[in-house]
């Protein structure tokens, strides 16, 4: 006989954990080397240098980090969406468990303001004002993931805090730099980084427009939002092919000239995304929109290469574009967006 008090049957998330290929998929891996590559250029435009490595190693870390805790929080806010429209994922599929990904993500942003204080105590000649402003670009690229990642995410203000987050964790780089190396008295210019800023804008604005194009890659995408996608990515190569007009009083001699090859360098990586995009714009299917997007994000390596190769010479250049094999590696097998 039945007792009357019959408890009713829930569902228990089983807390699956998945394999490292379910981790890669579900951050997007592909992807993250287009975040070292502007951790690189970041670096090289505030002091000139990467080095030390006690200052590389932790600050990538941080960006890692709080790059794939951002991709982890897409999914979860996604997963109802994703089973309907790519159950193939590692959340929809149910091989690793929203909750257990919420958490990790969770740990993960919490780990980035907790290095750069860890960072700062190890290096005490360091200057103060610059490391209260990596401080605090971290804690706001802290609050812009969140806020992405929630109800806002669907609004005209998603693809602006997503170009947010690429534009801060650059910010956070350079100030962290700029304070080593000034507590260090390194050869550093000694006024604000105005040419950081603009290449902080440059990438916010050209992620930001990447972001407008994708909205609706997995189905029908309108090429009015493809239209505004790409004239958001052409407005931001704009700006980074003018970087030398924030600094142009700079005291070292140009590895390549600011005023000619320098911005038909950019140019001509623009019109290979421009072409892409608008391949996009005229069929708007999903394949050509999804690849549109993957070749975009991509192309930031080689415009940071640029930037590398202008700033502090050729070898620079060539150790950020390096970055484009891991990236067509991973890329074959996992989605880049």
Known sequence: MEPSSQRRQVAVDPLRWGRIGDWAQLVRLPAVFTLLSNCAAAALLSVGSLAPL???LP?????????WAGMILNDVHDVEEDRRTRPSRPLAAGRISPVVAGHVATGMLMLGPLMLL????????IDTVWMIAAIVSSLALWVAIRLYNSAIKATLLGPMLMGACRALNILMVGFSFLAIHWGQEFSVVE???QTLVAYA??????ICGVTTYAR?????SSPLTLSLGTLLEVAGLVILACLYWWEPGRPVSWYLSPTSYYPILIV?????VLNRALAGVLHPVSR?????????????IFMDAAVALMWCGPWYGVGVVALLLPALLSAIRLRTT
Do not use: N, W
Request: aromatic share 8%; net charge positive; glycine share 8%.
């Open 54 to 56: 006690t200052v590389v």
């Open 59 to 67: 600050i990538c870390g941080i960006s890692v980090l709080a790059y």
């Open 118 to 125: 860890l960072m700062a105590s190890y290096h005490r000649a």
């Open 191 to 193: 006024r604000f980084p």
């Open 201 to 206: 804008a440059a990438v916010g604005v050209y």
């Open 216 to 220: 609706h890659e997995a189905g029908d």
């Open 268 to 272: 001509l990586i623009g019109l290979t």
């Open 288 to 300: 050509k929109v999804q690849l549109s997007v993957r070749h975009a994000l991509l192309s930031l």
